[in-house]
């Protein structure tokens, strides 16, 4: 069912987040890229999925590639609190 089928996802967000936080910021990527496909159209979950890869290509990526990657998340997101919270990152990172 959908209802099941969005708690795995967010289990399978809480793997990736996991990964963030231990510094594995390559390997979060990798799984956030083979995982994002996997996703329902429309999951709300996907800008939250996109931010945390942002945050990860900040870790140990140029400036530039950050606000890059927070710039695809304002613009693919504009409505939700992930697409917000890039915006306001990446003003912060251009002043």
């Known amino acids: ?9 967010s289990e399978v967000y809480k ?5 963030y936080k231990d510094d594995f910021f390559e390997e979060a990527i990798c799984f956030i890229d ?10 709300r979950l996907i800008s939250k999925f996109e931010l945390l ?3 990860a290509i900040g870790k140990y990526q140029k400036k530039e590639s950050y606000i890059a990657a ?3 998340v304002a613009v693919d997101y504009p409505q939700t609190e992930q697409g917000k919270k890039a915006l306001e990152i990446m003003k912060r990172l251009k002043k």
């Open 70 to 72: 927070l710039e695809k």
């Open 34 to 43: 083979m995982t994002i496909p996997t996703l329902v159209e429309n999951n």
């Open 15 to 19: 793997i990736a987040y996991r990964l």
């Open 53 to 55: 890869k942002a945050y």
């Open 1 to 9: 069912s959908k209802e099941k089928k969005i708690n795995e996802d």
